[in-house]
């Protein structure tokens, strides 16, 4: 008896399909594929943490290149006065 087209394609389906190592070499592929990309996403955020920090700490230190300068308090006539008159010459 001759198979004919479409049976031995049937076949050649059936026999893929069978093949246990093909489907569980896709499937460690994805799960490396997946491991890869959950060890690239925990760097990428830490190295975002570190940049955030680094940020934050140039800001309060005074290091983003702005100068501080110190307050100056002008006293009015009166405040003068009466610093003097209570005999606080040296403040």
């Known amino acids: 008896m001759m198979k004919t ?3 031995e ?3 050649e389906q059936k026999a893929d399909t069978k093949d246990p190592e093909a489907t569980v070499s896709i499937v460690d592929e994805a799960r490396a594929i997946r491991d890869e990309i959950k060890k690239e996403k925990e760097s990428l955020k830490a190295e975002n943490d570190r940049k955030q920090n680094l940020q934050a700490e140039e800001l309060l230190s005074s ?6 300068e110190p ?3 002008e006293e009015t006539n009166q405040e003068y006065a009466k610093r ?3 005999g606080k010459f040296d403040e």
């Not at 290091?63 to 501080?68: E, K, N, Y």
């Open 5 to 7: 087209n479409e049976e």
């Open 63 to 68: 290091s983003a290149g702005r100068r501080v």
């Open 9 to 11: 394609t049937k076949e």
């Open 84 to 86: 003097i008159l209570a």
């Open 71 to 73: 307050e100056v308090k």
